[in-house]
């Protein structure tokens, strides 16, 4: 079946950076395109960042534009997500998405999603 297994969340201060992974297995990962939600304490789940089969295409929150990384290693089956200049408004649990396409990922079509890792930034 297919697994999306994030890993890399953790505790970090404000303006810190951490990277997270997300290894997909069980799909063919470079049909697909991949990305990130996330989902704080009382709120609901949002969009992150998407990026598309070929990378050639990503979008981003408006708020975490310039400081956030989406990419993907097609020969890992592997997608990244690198944060910098992380805020405490950034604290959530993140969550790997995979779809069909970066674009409608972006209307939360979802056809699979991970488990989530904790993302917490202290200030």
């Known amino acids: 079946q297919v697994q999306l297994v994030e890993s890399g969340g953790g505790l970090v201060q404000a303006g810190g950076s951490l990277r997270l992974s997300c290894a997909a297995s069980?799909?063919?990962?470079?049909?697909?395109?991949m990305g990130w939600f996330r989902q704080a304490p009382g709120k609901e789940r949002e969009f992150v960042s998407t990026i598309s089969t070929s990378a050639g295409t990503t979008y981003y929150q408006d708020s975490v534009k310039g400081r956030f990384t989406i990419s993907r290693d097609n020969a890992k089956n592997t997608v990244y997500l690198q944060m910098d200049s992380l805020k405490p408004e950034d604290t959530a649990v993140y969550y790997c998405?995979?779809?069909?396409?970066?674009?409608?990922?972006?209307?939360?079509?979802?056809?699979?999603w991970g488990q989530g890792t904790q993302v917490t930034v202290s200030s």
């Open positions: 998405v995979a779809g069909a396409t970066a674009t409608s990922m972006r209307r939360a079509q979802i056809q699979y």
């Open positions: 069980g799909l063919p990962f470079s049909t697909y395109a």
